[in-house]
């Protein structure tokens, strides 16, 4: 057994150089041998000669950047096709503390540190959350336009090559070692007009194009259901501003969205309002006023500089990898339930990937093939499911109703779900706690859910 | 340590321009060209809506004295006993004790208002009432008693019933039915089934509840159950 193995091997290193020059005729029978090996350790790929493991990441964002960055720090040679450099993104701008640490972030990336946190019930009760937080504990609010443009440049800093350009389409390769074929208009500095034509040849592509990612449709990835997020940049008076200094707030209530929340969080110099939802797509207006509404008295005076709106994926794509291409960020749909969160875990989900790719091509001294990319997708779905699991329970228990969300804002005055919602939101770790504190939680909750929905009970009868 | 104090009272500029907030803030949506057609409705819905005390809504409860009136449009929620951001339990007395199904009553009224008529949410009257103020066994008394007592009065009949037809089938006595395992465990399926099972559009709903707390899982293995059906084609 082992010596086939070597001599399939041998054969195929003899072989390599046409096959990078796609001259596939007799290599089928040479390399479909390998393949039952591949499935078992990818490192029997064969060693590319010449020349380092070419990557392409379709996309700029926080994905494609931290892609990018780990993959050219590896050795590998990497293209970045971005379309459009300072795009000022629609988004809540909202990111972890722990992403600052982990992916080096300078502190004047961060417009704002939000340290309180407000939730309102759908009857008005506010509640204050944030007293357990410590002095160095934020969620930090940034311009996408500032972090993206900054991982970006690091990833160039780090050898990767960023190609302004619009992804166009990609041809499939013939075999298990032939390049990948994109296609794209470049614009390189052109400013307006139709960009040139042009191809790419790479050995493994990263779709990293976001939520509508035309990578995911070229390897027929699969649907997913996505929320719409609606959010207006309004200009608010500086006495009123002085409130949202470092506070955000939450509004839950069937007239804000019957499936996801209402915001005001605040950025640089003026505050986003807006609000999101999956099942009423086509009301998303009536609940911006509403939102509005809600939040009068405190934006009252203000000015919308702004309007915006973008998808939200709710769950992963059905295929998320197919051959030598992955998903990565909102492309593959890595948004969590309940928060909406997406830019930590796009960034995130890019390093992974990318590192998956550097370790099986041995810094990019061998072709890779789906077994390596799968390892990205078993670790993180190891790593990350019980975060996303316990946010899809939690939105699925508390946004339910409006006895639901009034449950859900009584809860949050507790200390303890305090500590723990920002412990696990901080550091994107399920933490376990106190057994005991718990169990009291759990009998809390309940009592909660049962005393408001008693009280929905009595509510439909006064309709009656 | 993050010391912390709720946003309170704010300068008096606020107050200020209560008097004229709406029409500021009508104006401000007049500056954006897509929101005409709601501006529009928003001051008709203003314009339309008389004052509407709160009693409309309050069929059950006793004497709601009407509301003062702050803003000429949709009164905002007001009550004599909802003082300072909660209800005042003094206000609630009868013969001596605080009337809990009272107080149930009007934090019901006040969030039918509420989901009928949006307020702002406002940092200068905060919402601070907690449900949990009102005790353990009003809550019991009042929605688990009556609904306990009819589902038992079910129960009871049923099995006064069953336990007559199967002693008339089998000759098995009472005290014999319930030494028999088979019995037994028809007892437990019995109990099991009314606590879940009290309507019969709770069969839907559970069945719905099952396929919900799976789906999320289902949709991030989707791309595994892939990876299956290659390696399956590739030998």
């Known amino acids: 057994m082992n010596s086939m193995v070597l001599k399939s091997f041998l054969g195929l290193r003899k072989s390599s150089p046409e096959t990078s020059h796609f001259a596939v005729h007799q290599k089928h029978a040479a390399i479909s041998f390998p393949q039952k090996l591949k499935v078992i350790a990818g490192k029997t790929s064969p060693k590319l000669q010449g020349r380092n493991l070419r990557v392409a990441i379709v996309g700029g964002g926080p994905a494609g950047g931290s892609a990018a960055e780990t993959l050219a720090k590896g050795g590998i040679e990497t293209f970045l096709i971005e379309r459009k450099m300072d795009n000022c993104k629609p988004c809540g701008g909202a990111i972890p503390l722990c992403m600052v640490g982990e992916f080096d972030l300078p502190l004047d990336i961060i417009d704002r540190r939000v340290t309180k946190m407000k939730m309102i019930s759908p009857s008005n009760v506010a509640v204050d959350i944030g007293r357990t937080l410590k002095s160095h504990e934020y969620i930090g609010m940034v311009r996408r336009e500032v972090l993206d443009a900054y991982l970006r440049d690091r990833a160039k800093e780090n050898g990767a090559t960023i190609i302004n350009g619009l992804f166009l389409k990609m041809d499939m390769p013939k075999d298990k070692n032939s390049p990948y074929v994109l296609h794209y208009s470049g614009y390189d500095g052109k400013t307006g007009g139709v960009g040139e034509k042009r191809t790419l040849e790479v050995d493994v592509v990263i779709g990293a194009d976001g939520a509508n990612s035309r990578v995911a449709k070229a390897i027929d990835a699969g649907d997913y259901e996505y929320a719409i997020a609606f959010q207006e940049r309004i200009k608010i008076p500086d006495d009123k501003m002085v409130y949202y200094e470092n506070l955000a707030e939450m509004y839950v209530g069937d007239d804000v969205s019957p499936d996801f929340y209402g915001w005001v969080f605040p950025k640089c110099d003026h505050v986003a309002v807006g609000t999101g939802t999956v099942t009423h797509k086509a009301d998303i207006k009536k609940f911006q006023l509403a939102t509005r509404k809600r939040a009068e008295d405190k934006i009252n005076g203000g000015k919308i500089i702004r309007v915006e709106a973008h998808p939200i994926p709710e769950h992963p794509r059905p295929r998320r990898l197919s051959g030598r291409v992955a998903l990565v960020g909102d492309a593959a749909g890595y948004v969590t339930k309940c928060s909406g969160e997406g830019i930590y875990f796009a960034a995130k989900s890019g390093r992974m990937c990318a590192e998956a790719i550097v370790e099986g091509s041995e810094n990019g001294k061998r072709m890779v093939n789906e077994g390596d990319l799968r390892m990205y997708l078993e670790k993180w779905d190891k790593t990350y499911w019980p975060t996303y699991k316990v946010l899809d329970v939690l939105q699925k228990v508390f946004y339910r109703s409006n006895p639901a969300r009034e449950a859900f804002v009584e809860m949050c005055a507790d200390e303890y779900v305090q500590k723990m919602t920002f412990d696990s939101y901080l550091y994107k770790t399920v933490v376990p706690g106190n057994p005991l504190e718990d169990l009291k939680l759990a009998i809390n909750t309940i009592g909660s859910l049962v005393r408001a929905n008693a009280i929905r009970r009595e509510m439909d009868k006064l309709n009656v | ?235």
């Open chain 2, 1 to 235: 340590m993050a010391s912390f104090s709720p946003p309170t009272h704010f300068p008096a500029t606020t107050s200020t321009l209560t008097n004229r907030r709406n029409p500021v803030f009508l104006t401000t949506l007049s500056h954006t060209n897509n929101f005409s057609p709601f501006k529009s409705s928003l001051i008709s819905e203003a314009a339309t809506e008389p004052s509407p005390s709160p009693e409309q809504g309050n069929g059950s409860v006793a004497a709601v004295a009407p509301t003062t009136t702050k803003v000429p449009e949709v009164n905002p929620f007001g009550d004599p006993r909802w003082v300072g951001g909660t209800w005042d339990l003094t206000q609630f007395q009868k013969n001596g004790n605080t009337d809990w199904d009272s107080v149930i009553d009007a934090e019901a009224s006040r969030r039918k208002w509420l989901e009928d008529n949006p307020e702002s949410s406002s940092n200068d009257n905060p919402v601070v009432f907690d449900t949990s103020i009102i005790p353990w066994w009003a809550w019991m008394k009042r929605f688990h008693l009556p609904e306990a007592e009819q589902l038992n009065g079910r129960a009871a009949m049923i099995g006064f019933f069953m336990a007559y037809f199967v002693d008339s089938l089998t000759g098995v006595g009472l005290v014999d039915q319930t030494n028999n395992f088979f019995c037994k465990t028809l007892l437990f399926v019995a109990v099991a089934g009314v606590l879940l099972i009290r309507k019969n559009e709770d069969i839907e709903t559970l069945k719905k509840l099952w396929e919900e707390t799976t789906f999320y899982d289902k949709q991030w293995q989707a791309t595994w159950q892939d990876q299956n059906s290659n390696t399956l084609k590739q030998d």
